[in-house]
C-alpha cells in the first residue's frame, strides 16, 4: 500500500497492508463466485477499523470540575 507509511508506521502499518490484501484477496473471491458472504466478511472488517479510526481520532472527552455546594457565610 503506498498510502501508509511505512516507516512512522512500523508494525500498525504491516498489519494494515496485511489486513488490506485479505480483504481484496474475499472482494475477489466473492466476485469470482457471486458469492455474498466473503462481502459480509469485509463489511464486518471494515465496520470494525472504522470504528477503531473513530475512536483514535475522537477528540478527548471532557470533564467537568468538582463543582460540590461549598456553602458561603455572610455574617461579619
Given at each position: 500500500?503506498?498510502?501508509l507509511?511505512?516507516?512512522?508506521?512500523?508494525?500498525?502499518?504491516?498489519?494494515?497492508?496485511?489486513?488490506?490484501?485479505?480483504?481484496?484477496?474475499?472482494?475477489?473471491?466473492?466476485?469470482?463466485?457471486?458469492?455474498?458472504?466473503?462481502?459480509?466478511?469485509?463489511?464486518?472488517?471494515?465496520?470494525?477499523?472504522a470504528?477503531?479510526?473513530?475512536?483514535?481520532?475522537?477528540?478527548?472527552?471532557?470533564?467537568?470540575?468538582d463543582?460540590?455546594?461549598?456553602?458561603?457565610?455572610?455574617?461579619?
Amino acid at each position: 500500500m503506498l498510502s501508509l507509511d511505512h516507516t512512522a508506521g512500523g508494525e500498525l502499518s504491516r498489519n494494515l497492508v496485511e489486513l488490506y490484501a485479505y480483504m481484496q484477496t474475499r472482494l475477489i473471491d466473492a466476485n469470482t463466485n457471486q458469492a455474498d458472504p466473503p462481502l459480509a466478511e469485509v463489511e464486518r472488517l471494515l465496520t470494525t477499523l472504522a470504528d477503531a479510526w473513530r475512536a483514535a481520532t475522537a477528540p478527548p472527552a471532557v470533564t467537568i470540575a468538582d463543582t460540590s455546594y461549598v456553602p458561603v457565610s455572610c455574617v461579619l
